[in-house]
């Protein structure tokens, strides 16, 4: 049986290796939307939307969901636990 | 990150001025501050250290000028870098990113401040209290301490942003290029 410590790593471990993969980048080439135009109606800072993209940053429920009405697509096309098939492999 | 009153909207500007990101845009050139911050606390600590006690009115000027001058600069680099950190600007103006960077920068800057503290107070106050009477924390250690745990404590959070902040991106819509 896992020590409460050995838990408490693991726990820690997995928070910090819990990525969200996104399509936002792809998105905002196919619409021809910039990154400045996209964090204007979103609310938020250029530079956030460039996290996002870098996967450096996962955003809160409200703002994937934003993101998503955006796009105008269900928030599971922009968001994503897996890895997104590349195209073309 | 609504901007309620022209105020806030001048402060987003402010902060957004191309030439200060332009200046800031580089985790290089942010960490080459950083170090340049802690190289001028170590300099005030030692000035304050060294400052003689009693003697002419020259005597005294010479250094108290000295330290005005690092404290001058100290201060300069200090809200040029809460500035770029956004550290200067009010928590309503942030976006959900930049609020959770500012948390876990006071987060680190606490836990930090926390041990370095605890380790004040073990060698100034429990060592001295508990050993041979010929051990004593030298009294005139006691400024240059204090003014580092005075810098150090306000500028923790902008020093650990500006050292983990990765570079920013170039703006598409704009001309600047890093």
């Known amino acids: 049986m896992p020590s409460e410590k050995s838990n408490g790593r693991r726990a820690r471990s997995a928070a910090t290796t819990e990525t969200i993969h996104n399509r936002i980048a792809v998105l905002r080439a196919e619409r021809g939307v910039s990154r400045r135009e996209l964090a204007e109606a979103l609310g938020v800072h250029y530079q956030t939307v460039g996290y996002l993209e870098r ?4 955003p809160s429920l409200h703002l994937a969901l934003s993101i998503a009405k955006y796009f105008e697509v269900p928030v599971e096309v922009v968001f994503s636990t897996e890895p997104f098939p590349r195209i073309g492999h | 990150m609504n901007p309620e009153t022209p105020s806030d909207r001048v402060k987003l500007e402010r902060a957004d001025d191309p030439k200060l990101r332009r200046a800031w845009a580089s985790r290089a050139r ?5 170090v340049l911050y802690v190289a001028l606390v170590i300099a005030g600590a030692a000035l304050l250290g060294w400052a003689p006690r009693g003697g002419g009115v020259l005597q005294a000027i010479v250094p ?18 809460n500035r770029f ?3 200067s600007l ?5 976006d959900e990113r930049q609020r959770a960077d500012r948390d876990a920068a006071h987060r680190v800057a606490h836990k930090a401040m926390a041990a370095v503290l605890m380790a004040v107070f073990f060698l ?4 001295p209290v508990y050993s041979p009477p010929s051990v004593v924390f030298p009294s005139g250690l006691a400024a240059p301490l204090l003014f580092t745990l005075v810098m150090l404590h306000t500028s923790a959070p902008a020093c650990y942003l500006a050292w983990t ?14």
């Open chain 2, 90 to 94: 009010p928590h309503r103006l942030l």
């Open chain 2, 64 to 81: 108290m000028l000295a330290m005005a001058v690092v404290i001058g600069v100290v201060l300069f680099v200090i809200t040029q870098l």
């Open chain 2, 165 to 178: 902040r990765p570079d920013e991106l170039p703006d598409e819509d704009g001309p600047d290029r890093f």
């Open chain 2, 124 to 127: 100034a106050c429990l060592v």
């Open chain 1, 55 to 58: 996967g450096e940053y996962s």
């Open chain 2, 30 to 34: 942010r960490r080459r501050y950083t």
């Open chain 2, 85 to 87: 950190t956004r550290l």
